[in-house]
């Protein structure tokens, strides 16, 4: 009944697996790739027509992650996966982004790329598996795709390159100095296409080298789908990439003219106006036939690349008039909003970005349920990008796949830079308000994120800066390294590689390639080169701010103690009784965690003081022979208890209270009276042993022992 294939190698500390034939028969390709005891089904389906008058090429990857992989029930009212999670949409984009160069170009019938998470060994990470499975499961599907890719995930340790570290090793890296970088390298045979990372000031050399590594990492794997694709690999689809080159030649003919004026507009809204009008311009000079040609979008798009590519690659001359490796003119500005803790605004050429933080307590921290277990998140990035930052009307509503992953380029970035919860116990959220875009509103989110932190008071290691490079790599090998791309320098060129760190190196990197012939020889050049462009940012950004800005009266004061864990139960009482007192009586806010660290938040002083007095009094140990002063709470015939730490009584005998004998008591104490009293010490029970008469009534103060015998 089935026709299973199956094929494993050894790799790194696992075995990697691939099998077909078994599930899901009727897609056009289906794979399950396992690495541990870690397992995705990739299920690949594409349609066998183009879709009429379509001008784009309609790949959708979907990442799912399932509970029932990691022995789970999902959270919430319905008990069922819903809505994308960030992590899958973040995987969907790392799916997607290395295999859509890889379709042949003119291919624009609809294909689904499906990536299930089966099974989850809680040691390695889903995602690689899944760009794995998807990278098999398009080889056999008889799709026209140019692969195999394979991808690795990278660490950094001790100056040791690891592969595929465990995933305890990549959590929250921050609080793990010893790793320092976790990278994604996904390529081919001969090179490599996506890089994504988050990194913790390591030099260009430690990360060309991470990058050159992981591509030698992944030969192994991808040699394994060539074998598994040469046993069930299905025929290929017939497809042959439509020929319009009498077509383009025509649209040259009468439209070159006015594309390359067009392209001679600095200014990006007059050079789009230009752009649409030569297009027309190309149009007017056309047949009837060939305006209905279904190939005349590409006809007119590969002109508009033509002038742009080969201005740049020949002339040096890039479409605004900058040099290649010159910077826009940048505008810094911090403190815009007046109740915001934090806010900047960051202006690159006609790049802009409004940034706002907020700095809040651990109630604000995000709650992350994850396959790997629930975890707390205290620094949040979200990043907006409304359709008014490019002039046009669209879609305006939630964050979708790009705004998702735009912010968490930007949180990677940024993150690396942050205070230890233990020096600095905020929660921090950015929100990025893209209001203008031409060109890397992401690199702007981390450069206005950084300014923005540090105007709030934020103690950052570092500022931080970001900026896109591009690259027009010719069919003669010649190319050009672009620093701090305009749009359609991104859309035209065949390389983002977007690099983000301090004066002392990079903490993340992305990169993105369109052709499959990035050297690292170019790869060397345009890290040298953004490493320049990131030190002119961050010169700018000084500028604007220097240090870190005052503290805002509006943001809420918080201090943390440390108090021993077996103390806890007492600090919040039976039902939390104890722990809501305190709350009510000082008005602050308490949070308190299973290590014992206490966070007392209020914008009042006052409040926290009070809180913390409250709390001290609860777990602190009163100190043998110290004088305390003290609260007569009952009185009986051999002495008087005395309320004198907190909730804590001791006894005061009748002896201890003063230097003559007394009938009773009664005679000298009265309850409620305040006196003080010294702390002899605990007796055999470990009750407390107090004295009065050693200490001075009036002053507080010991009495000596020689004039004690005096009276």
């Known amino acids: 009944m089935f026709n299973v294939t199956k094929k494993s190698i050894e790799w790194g500390e696992e075995t990697l697996t691939l099998e077909t034939g078994k599930i899901a028969r009727q897609a056009d390709g289906c794979v399950i790739a396992t690495y541990g005891e870690t397992s995705v089904m990739a299920a690949v389906t594409f349609a066998k027509a183009q879709k009429p008058g379509q001008d784009f090429f309609p790949l959708t990857v979907h990442y799912n992650e399932k509970y029932y992989a990691a022995g789970k029930i999902p959270g919430g009212f319905f008990k069922r996966e819903a809505r994308p999670t960030e992590k899958e949409t973040l995987t969907s984009r790392l799916i997607d982004r290395p295999i859509r160069p890889l379709f042949v170009p003119g291919f624009k019938n609809e294909v689904l790329v499906i990536c299930t998470v089966l099974s989850h060994d809680l040691v390695n990470d889903p995602d690689m598996v899944a760009m794995i499975a998807a ?23 001790d100056g040791d390159y690891i592969l595929n570290p465990e995933l305890d090793d990549m959590h929250n890296l921050r609080y793990n100095p010893e790793q320092r970088l976790d990278l994604v390298v996904a390529g081919t045979k001969d090179a490599v296409m996506m890089v994504e990372s988050e990194a913790y000031e390591l030099s260009e050399e430690e990360m060309l080298g991470a990058v050159e590594f992981a591509h030698e990492q992944i030969q192994p794997a991808i040699d394994l789908i060539i074998d ?83 201005d740049v690659v020949k002339n040096k001359k890039r479409i605004d008039g900058r040099n290649l490796d010159e910077i826009r003119d940048i505008v810094s500005e911090v403190g815009l909003l007046p109740r915001t803790h934090g806010s900047a605004l960051f202006t690159r050429g006609e790049t802009q970005g409004l940034v706002v933080t907020t700095l809040g307590t651990g109630d604000d921290e995000q709650m992350i349920d994850s396959l790997q277990g629930m975890y707390k998140s205290n620094f949040l990035l979200h990043y907006n990008f409304p359709p008014y930052s490019v002039g046009e009307v669209g879609r305006f509503g939630p964050p979708g796949r790009r705004e998702i992953g735009h912010g968490k380029l930007a949180w990677r970035a940024l993150q690396a830079v942050l205070p230890a919860p233990t020096d600095f116990p905020y929660t921090i959220r950015l929100v990025s308000e893209i209001t203008e875009s031409n060109g890397s509103s992401s690199m702007a989110s981390v450069c206005g994120g950084s300014l923005s932190m540090m105007d709030a008071g934020v103690p950052l290691k570092a500022p931080v800066a970001g900026v896109a490079m591009g690259l027009i790599l010719e069919d003669d090998g010649s190319y050009a390294v672009l620093s701090d791309i305009l749009g359609d320098e991104d859309h035209l060129g065949d390389m983002d590689f977007k690099v983000a760190g301090t004066e002392n190196g990079i903490t993340s990197l992305q990169m993105d390639i369109k052709v499959a012939g990035i050297t690292p020889a170019i790869m060397k050049t345009a890290l040298a080169q953004a490493k320049e462009g990131r030190m002119h940012i961050l010169g700018e950004m000084n500028k604007a701010l220097s240090s870190a800005g005052d503290f805002s009266v509006h943001a809420p004061r918080i201090e943390t103690m440390q108090i021993p864990t077996d103390k806890i139960r007492e600090v919040i009482g039976s039902g939390g009784k104890v722990i809501r007192e305190i709350v009510e ?78 009938n009773h008591p009664s005679d000298v104490l009265k309850e409620g009276q305040e006196v003080k009293v010294k702390l002899l010490g605990f007796d055999d029970r470990g009750k407390v042993r107090l004295s009065m008469k050693v200490v001075d009534q009036e002053t507080g103060e010991e009495v000596k022992k020689e004039e004690a015998a005096e009276e």
Not at 142 to 147: C, K, L, Q, S, Y
Not at 272 to 291: D, F, I, P
């Open 585 to 662: 009586v000082s008005g602050a806010k308490v949070d308190i965690n299973d290590e014992g660290i206490i966070k007392i938040a209020s914008p009042n002083g006052e409040a926290i003081k009070k809180a913390y007095d409250m709390i001290h009094s609860i777990v602190a140990e009163p100190e043998e022979g110290a004088v305390y002063t003290g609260t007569v709470v009952k009185i009986v015939d051999f002495g008087a208890f005395v309320n004198f730490f907190g909730k804590r009584d001791g006894l005061v005998h009748v002896s201890q209270i003063e230097n003559r004998r007394l």
């Open 228 to 310: 598994f694709a040469g046993e069930c690999a299905k025929e290929p689809f017939d497809f042959t990439p439509p020929d319009y080159s009498d077509l383009y030649k025509a649209v040259a003919k009468s439209g070159e003219k006015a594309m390359r004026a067009a392209y001679a507009i600095t200014d990006k809204q007059e050079r789009t106006a230009a752009v649409s009008a030569a297009k027309e311009t190309a149009k007017e000079g056309l047949s009837e036939e060939q305006l209905a040609d279904e190939n005349l979008g590409s006809a007119l798009k590969k002109l508009e690349s033509t002038v742009l590519r080969g």
């Open 135 to 157: 990278s098999a499961a398009l080889t056999i599907s008889g799709a026209p795709f140019m692969g195999p890719i394979a991808a690795c995930r990278v660490g950094f340790e």
